[in-house]
């Protein structure tokens, strides 16, 4: 909320984007030099490109006139209902989290999001 809010500010007085391109390339930018940041396994260094990463992608979301803590919190429930899905049908499959490699966790979480995803085309048909 704060970096929306700042951006609001700096936006008031024209220091802001004016193309939704120039916000995603800004993104690419901060992904960019925030890798660059992980490879010299600086943890400052890591912490700063992540933190202008966020809020890049705060600017993203506003540009595309969507409320970035409601994206995020709406991203969040999404995760936590697959995962809570994957634990399930790895229980009826004889499974258990904390048991079961990524290779297997991998496969259910994409069968999961391939239903969803496929229920979502079915239902706005």
Not at 3 to 31: C, I, M, P
Not at 66 to 86: H, I, P, W
Not at 110 to 119: D, G, L, Q, V
Request: glycine share 6%; charged share 40%.
């Amino acid at each position: 909320m704060r970096a929306e809010k700042a951006q609001k500010k700096a936006a008031r007085v024209n220091f802001d984007w004016e193309e939704l391109g120039d916000v995603l390339a800004k993104v690419d930018e901060e992904l960019s030099e925030t890798k660059e940041a992980i490879e010299s396994s600086d943890k400052q260094r890591i912490a700063d490109e992540i933190g202008d990463l966020l809020f890049a992608v705060v600017n993203l979301a506003r540009k595309s006139k969507l409320d970035a803590e409601s994206v995020l919190q709406s991203g969040t429930d999404k995760f936590v209902a697959r995962f809570n899905e994957m634990e399930d049908r790895l229980r009826q499959r004889g499974g258990k989290l904390g048991q079961a490699n990524l290779e297997e966790l991998d496969s259910v979480w994409n069968e999961i999001k391939t239903e969803r995803a496929a229920k979502r085309v079915a239902a706005g048909a």
